[in-house]
């Protein structure tokens, strides 16, 4: 029963970290699978069991080795002479992904609510300040609680559109969606490693809830599996109301709107968890890195964290996304293709 917990919480964790502002809204599902139709959803299935895989074979080491944070990755990869310059890129990136997700929340508010964004703002960054304090039992708490709300609730919006309209999909549907990756394959293989970055700097963190070595593998499959049920329940309404989402930046909320305004809320409520559990990932391993380098108070750090990452948050979601996007999927192919270079000289 222990390991089965367990498995649950890595789970919870692993999907609440990749969620985020962007697979919720379907925008990152339309743009890496929806130009593809029905083939789409073969990029999906092949997404889900690469999640499944990363996620249990990254647990399984962190298991195995001790791993406590990701600088134990970083050594054995780079050396040391390296390792503070990658270590605080990725960093900064944590950090610029938190801040992301404080934007979202900003523009979520103010677009979708009519309430002020600095509201928006300043509620996520008190809610993951809580958060923070708790350590990984706030952690593991909030995604405990938050995933499978968001897990149902998308289910049921998708369900809700796959039950009210024919299936009728040709493999030209959604083309004008499509990014320029080549096949659905090649676009399962860029999403997952776009996505894995924080995940892998996340669940690096994640020894003291891994108490068996079925743990790690239970963790990583189910959150690997329900990444991919929730793509497929993203992927498939966008194909079938694909003329209604046209150049739409948020899809899930236009499909959700069809449905009538309270759904449409509800539905902005999911986007917003999303957007929290991300943030909440993404703070946590950068103050818990900040703690073991400087040895600083615990509840002092949480609060200058949060307190700090506003003024960057007021920059704008769009603007925040537009730029630095593009350089996380840059830094995930590299920083892939060195940890299967040099895999051998981490896990001798």
């Known amino acids: 029963m222990g390991k089965m917990k367990n498995a649950f919480k890595i789970a919870s964790i692993y999907i609440g970290t990749v969620i985020g502002a962007g697979f919720a809204s379907g925008q990152e599902i339309a743009q890496f699978f929806g130009g593809y139709g029905l083939k789409g959803l073969y990029g999906i299935i092949v997404a889900g069991v690469l999640f499944g895989f990363i996620g249990s ?9 001790r791993i406590i944070s990701y600088s134990d990755w ?3 990869l780079f050396g040391k002479p390296f390792q503070w310059i990658v270590e605080s890129i990725l960093t900064i ?6 801040c992301v997700m404080l934007a979202g929340s900003g523009a979520l508010f103010e677009e979708q609510m009519g309430l002020t964004r600095e509201m928006g703002i300043w509620l996520m960054s008190s809610i993951t300040f809580t958060t923070f304090l708790f350590s990984m039992k706030g952690l ?4 405990e609680i938050l995933v ?4 149902i609730g998308i289910i049921f919006v998708g369900g809700l559109v796959i039950y009210n309209n024919p299936i009728i999909i040709s493999d030209e549907v959604g083309i004008t969606l499509q990014m320029n990756t080549g096949n659905w394959l090649t676009s399962a293989l860029l999403y997952v490693s776009y996505n894995s970055i924080g995940a892998v700097m996340v669940m690096s963190s994640l020894y003291p809830i891994i108490n068996h070595k079925g743990t790690a593998i239970g963790g990583g499959m189910m959150g690997g599996m329900g990444l991919g049920l929730l793509a497929f329940f993203l992927l498939l309404p966008i194909l079938i109301l694909y003329t209604d989402i046209q150049g739409v930046e948020i899809p899930m909320m236009a499909i959700a709107a069809k449905f009538g305004g309270t759904i449409r809320i509800l539905y902005g409520g999911l986007l917003w968890f999303a957007m929290l559990t991300t943030a909440a990932a993404n703070g946590f391993v950068v103050i818990q890195n900040i703690e073991r380098k400087f040895k600083l108070n615990h509840p002092l750090v949480c609060l200058f964290f949060c ?3 506003v003024p960057l948050a007021s920059f704008g979601f769009k603007n925040l996304v537009r730029t630095l996007y593009p350089l996380f999927g840059y830094i995930g192919i590299i920083l ?3 940890m299967i270079y040099k895999k051998s000289r981490l896990y001798r």
Do not use: D, Q
Request: proline share 6%; aromatic share 16%.
């Open 57 to 65: 074979f990254l647990l399984i080491k962190v298991y195995e080795h």
């Open 74 to 76: 970083l050594g054995p």
């Open 93 to 98: 990136l944590l950090l610029s992904w938190y």
């Open 140 to 143: 593991a708490l909030m995604n």
């Open 148 to 151: 499978p709300v968001l897990v």
């Open 307 to 309: 307190i700090g990452a």
């Open 336 to 338: 892939f293709v060195i």
